[in-house]
């Protein structure tokens, strides 16, 4: 309490008594005890209300001592019990949350992690993925400040995620622990195989597998390609103490529509002692088409490079880039991408009367608006020559195709004179223009069907800006180039529409997430948000079925399936209301990415270890890690002062006190006859 609190006090306490020994006693004839009770409950009641007025605060100080955070994180991935030390794992991870000593100084923290990052989770050591890098990204959530040690139990086989040597918070040090054999054994392992998910029929599409050799002594082996039990590609391969590695370049012919499976067997008469990682299974879907998209324009820009780069990361689509003037017949293409068309894209657009391509078109700064006026029945453009920036507003009913909003909202804006854009027939909005924080009339991005024919129309250039906020975003351009991909598939088909739309792969790896995502509409063609989707699946070789519900997300119902073992599945989705189905298919491919690795990453936990200001530790040497821990003076318990303010008397308190007071003295006044 202040001095001048205290000073206001004292003032209010003379106040107090003067007022009521001038009220009370100054003047009374005879100071009867009644004369002071009634003194003293008006001294009473005008001290509290000066009091309260004042609001004298007391500060009382009380001190906490905490202790420094010690994580033990275990990798509950599959590696380790493939190694052979899930038990020594659990002992390590139980002698440090059974240690008195470290209990009194340290505040003991238990994880794992395997794809997942979690507390408290009991250990089975059956993750079939493992992330380390998120542990370190968790652990500096939790821990922003203190400077404290992380005990990591693992055996540094990472199969996903960022690199975790580098990537690390800058206040720990961690301390691994290799669980695992270190001692380098002969071991042939494929460690990579790239290959193309589609290829056209008729044509070879290419295999690149990566191989690796540890090991001394010279030795020799053999690649081997299987489709079903037929080799389709063999190749003998050599290595040395010298030479670790081989890369093979292989074409394979795709000669039958469909999905077909392949495995690659790295073999050698030698005795291994894990061959889990000899074999890599692959799949790849033979398509008998392809998509030829031209991309008609006359200026450079940079839009047309990323257009290109979308559009091709599909590979069952080929893009042109072509002027205007140089094109002679339009059958060549199956999509004409219009980029700012001028006054020389007349001929092309008389071309297109006849041969009805279906188009996306792709305004901008050097567009000839009236050309469009005159050559298209879809929009009337009546625009100034003034530029206006152009923000995107996501349509969550939009309905021509499935599509997510993956930050429409955020993305830098489009470039586009100024004007108003009125469509003369039924356009489907997916994205309506926004200047600023003022929503307009206009689309900016809009779809047209119309019989037979689709149509898409973008007003705004500067699309490689999406492009590269994409990548910021996400460390990926994946998101942007599957809505470039969507909007090509959307003009590819001239297919109804269909009240029930599922999107699936045809195969995916064992062990990845499988996600399959379905939009419903209603008679209208409008996003039904009550649908109740649900989806029953079949091994195909086991006949187990299974039910599962959709889930809603913003603009589309999605499952999810985790777990689920190797082979053929056939798929039935169904809406309960209108019976409406969707019958599919997909291969799961066996690849187990735990038993892959035959030791313990050891150099890259060292290394690990060196960033951090930490030290490596084999679990033969616990005792020792434990011991410094103990007497470390690195990691000492902080004691904080907490100091908590309240008022001397509480005003809800002080009032009814107060009430009591006057109370008091109007009834004893009052029976007094002294009123």
């Not at 008594?17 to 004369?35: D, E, P, V």
Request: aromatic content about 12%; charged content about 20%; cysteine-free.
């Amino acid at each position: 309490m202040s001095i001048n609190t205290i000073l206001l006090l004292l003032l209010a306490l003379l106040v107090s008594a003067g007022i009521a020994f001038y009220q009370y006693l100054y003047r009374a004839n005879y100071k009867s005890k009644l004369h002071l009770f009634l003194a003293f409950l008006r001294f009473a009641a005008i001290f509290l209300v000066l009091v309260l007025l004042i609001n004298p605060i007391i500060s009382r100080k009380t001190y906490e001592t905490k202790k420094t955070p010690l994580p033990i994180v275990v990798d509950n991935s599959e590696s380790i019990s493939f190694l052979g030390q899930d038990k020594k794992a659990k002992e390590i991870a139980d002698l440090f949350n059974s240690n008195a000593a470290l209990q009194n100084k340290y505040q003991i923290e238990l994880f794992s992690f395997d794809e997942e990052f979690a507390s408290n989770k009991s250990l089975d050591f059956k993750g079939k993925q493992s992330n380390i890098y998120k542990v370190f990204e968790n652990l500096k959530q939790l821990h922003r400040s203190e400077i404290h040690p992380i005990v990591l139990l693992t055996d540094g086989n990472q199969t996903q995620g960022n690199d975790y040597v580098f990537n690390i918070q800058q206040n720990a040090n961690v301390f691994p622990v290799i669980l695992g054999d270190t001692i380098e054994h002969l071991d042939l392992k494929i460690s990579q195989l790239n290959a193309n998910k589609y290829a056209f029929l008729k044509n070879k599409f290419p295999v690149e597998v990566f191989l690796n050799y540890t090991g001394n002594k010279a030795v020799n082996g053999n690649l081997t390609i299987f489709s079903g039990d037929a080799a389709v590609f063999k190749q003998s391969v050599s290595f040395s103490n010298t030479k670790k590695s081989e890369n093979l370049s292989v074409l394979l012919q795709a000669d039958r529509v469909g999905v077909h499976n392949y495995r690659a067997v790295l073999s050698s008469a030698e005795n291994e002692k894990n061959k889990f990682n000899n074999v890599k299974n692959f799949a790849v879907e033979v398509i008998d088409q392809r998509t030829e998209v031209g991309i008609v324009s006359n200026i450079n820009h940079p839009d047309l490079g990323v257009l290109k780069r979308a559009i091709e990361s599909n590979a069952q689509r080929k893009v042109t880039l072509v002027k205007s003037n140089n094109i002679k017949e339009l059958d060549d293409f199956n999509v004409l991408v219009l980029y700012q068309p001028d006054v020389t894209f007349k001929s092309v657009l008389d071309q297109n009367k006849n041969s009805k391509l279906n188009t996306f078109t792709i305004t901008g700064l050097s567009t000839d608006f009236n050309l469009l006026n005159q050559n298209q029945s879809h929009f009337d453009f009546k625009m100034s020559g003034q530029k206006e920036d152009y923000s995107a507003n996501f349509n969550a009913n939009f309905n021509s195709f499935a599509i997510d909003n993956f930050g429409f909202e955020q993305f830098p804006p489009l470039e586009n004179p100024f004007g108003t854009i009125t469509p003369k027939q039924n356009a489907n909005i997916l994205l309506q223009a926004r200047i600023r924080t003022v929503n307009t009339e206009n689309p900016l991005l809009s779809f047209i069907e119309n019989g037979g024919n689709r149509n898409a129309y973008l007003f705004g250039e500067n699309l490689w800006k999406w492009r590269m906020e994409n990548y910021l975003k996400d460390k990926s351009f994946e998101k942007f180039d599957l809505f470039i991909d969507k909007i090509i598939q959307y003009l590819t088909t001239n297919a109804k529409k269909k009240n029930l739309v599922v999107n699936h792969e045809n195969f995916y790896n064992s062990g990845e997430t499988i996600t399959i995502s379905a939009q419903y509409f209603n008679k209208n063609y409008e996003f039904d948000e009550n649908a109740q989707l649900t989806i029953q699946l079949k091994n195909k070789e086991s006949n187990a079925l299974k039910m599962y519900d959709f889930v809603k997300g913003n603009s589309d119902y999605s499952v999810a399936f985790d777990n689920l073992d190797s082979g053929n599945y056939s798929f039935i989705v169904k809406e309960k209301n209108s019976g409406t189905q969707y019958a599919g298919n997909f291969q799961i491919i066996h690849f187990d990415a735990e038993k892959q690795f035959v030791n313990a990453d050891k150099n890259r936990l060292q290394q690990l270890a060196e960033n951090t200001q930490g030290k490596a530790f084999f679990p033969s040497k616990i005792s020792e890690l434990i011991k410094f821990l103990e007497e470390t003076d690195m990691y000492k318990p902080i004691q904080k002062e907490i100091v908590k303010k309240s008022p001397l008397i509480d005003w809800i308190w002080g009032l009814v006190l107060l009430a009591i007071l006057l109370a008091t003295e109007w009834f004893t006044r009052k029976y007094n006859g002294l009123l």
